[in-house]
Structure formats: structure tokens, C-alpha cells
């Protein structure tokens, strides 16, 4: 199995703080991403990489951005935090498969519990 | 809008016991499914998963049958056991490289 480590599990940032979450992956897969998860939200993807300094945006970008310079490590950086950005953030990873269809499955990292006061 | 759903937000059953989770899907083009299990504090791990070409997988305690008609999908766990209690997110993925994810169901196995 992959081995995704996020950098901290638990974090407390004022608001208008930058926050900078980082994800690093033991293998050489090329796909990349970042959700939140929020109660009785689900999952929500935030942004994707399938390829070093490649990114897309996900169902709720705004607020975030990302950074990928290597293959193994992908950030996700708060601007400028605010408390509706308080949530539990996931990264996950996946090989690509079928082309251009991600049809396997993600292994997702402990998570980063974020809290903005 | 959310192509995955997930309507029961919570389920409670006794040890032993069957749990069923239900899964609806509204892109007629997904055509390969996952189950996630979530315990708090900790990442997703994947459980099971089925593809469109059948209608029923099976691991172990784990069963998930598909109904492309009707677009929805099941997760069976027989026995229930007090370890099974967990968020259990159904997902599927979309046309680019990500998983769609529904909100997740809350299960609660007691003894």
C-alpha cells in the first residue's frame, strides 16, 4: 500500500494567518488531491495534481491554493485563513489508470485536523 | 448538485446483525464504484469496490451488489460487528482523475 504522511495532524491558526499544508507519498504515483471533510458534507474535493506543477481546480478551490514541485509532495496553502476554512483536510493519491479515468482506488493520509479562531 | 448520495446519514444495528448501506448515483456514465470506511481522527480506507459490467462483489463479511437500473448500490455486512462502527462513504469516479464521494453514512454496531 501507498504511505501518505500529511505534515500535522492537529493545527490552531488565527484567522488572516497563512497556513501551509503539505502531503508526501512514498510511491511514484502521478495523481494527487486535497479534500475537506465536514459533517454531513462528505468529502469535498478542493484540488487535484496528475503531474508535477500540474493542478486543477476541484468543487470548492476558492479560499485554497496548491503547489506541486515534486512528485511525492503536494501542498495545499490558505492564503489567508478564516474560520469557515476550520475542517479536517485529507490528502489522497492515486495511480493513474485507463488513461486519463482514475478508476482505482485513493489512499488517503491520516488527515489535518485545522481549527481558525 | 451531488452525483453521489447518500441519504441515511446514521444507521444503528445490533451485533450479528445485518447492516445495509444504500448508495444512489445520478451520472448514468460512472461505472465503477467504491466503498470507503472512515474512523474518526484517521484517513478513509478503502473497502470494497464493483464494477458496472457486474452486479455483486463480495469480501469476506463484505458484499456490495449494483442495480444499474435503478442507479443505486448497496453495501451488505454480515455479521455486524462492534469494529464495523465507522463513516462508510460511498464514491465514484468522475470524467477527469477524482472520486466523487457521497456525504457518508454513520454506523453504529451495538453489542
Known amino acids: 500500500d501507498v504511505k501518505v504522511t500529511q505534515s500535522s495532524r492537529y493545527l490552531v491558526k488565527r484567522t488572516g494567518e497563512k497556513v501551509f499544508l503539505e502531503c508526501v507519498q512514498d510511491m511514484d504515483h502521478e495523481n494527487m488531491f486535497w479534500y475537506r471533510q465536514d459533517p454531513g458534507l462528505g468529502l469535498r474535493l478542493i484540488y487535484f495534481s496528475y503531474d508535477v506543477k500540474m493542478k486543477e481546480k476541484g468543487d470548492i478551490p476558492e479560499g485554497y491554493s496548491v503547489s506541486r514541485e515534486k512528485k511525492e509532495r503536494f501542498s495545499l496553502i490558505l492564503e489567508s485563513a478564516s474560520t469557515n476554512q476550520t475542517s479536517m483536510y485529507l490528502c489522497?493519491?492515486?495511480?493513474?489508470?485507463?488513461?486519463?479515468?482514475?478508476?482505482?482506488?485513493?489512499?488517503f493520509g491520516e488527515g489535518s485536523r485545522l481549527t481558525v479562531l | 448538485d451531488q452525483q453521489v448520495k447518500q441519504n441515511s446519514p446514521s444507521l444503528s444495528v445490533q451485533e450479528g446483525r445485518i447492516s445495509i448501506l444504500n448508495c444512489d448515483y445520478t451520472n448514468s456514465m460512472f461505472d465503477y464504484f467504491l466503498w470507503y470506511k472512515k474512523y474518526p481522527a484517521e484517513g478513509p480506507t478503502f473497502l470494497i469496490s464493483i464494477s458496472s459490467i457486474k452486479d455483486k462483489n463480495e469480501d469476506g463479511r463484505f458484499t456490495v451488489f449494483l442495480n444499474k437500473s435503478a442507479k443505486h448500490l448497496s453495501l451488505h455486512i454480515v455479521p455486524s460487528q462492534p469494529g464495523d462502527s465507522a463513516v462508510y462513504f460511498c464514491?465514484?469516479?468522475?470524467?477527469?482523475?477524482?472520486?466523487?464521494f457521497g456525504k457518508g453514512t454513520s454506523l453504529l454496531v451495538t453489542p
Open positions: 489522497a493519491v492515486g495511480a493513474a489508470a485507463g488513461g486519463l479515468r482514475g478508476t482505482g482506488e485513493l489512499f
Open positions: 464514491a465514484a469516479p468522475d470524467s477527469g482523475y477524482a472520486l466523487n
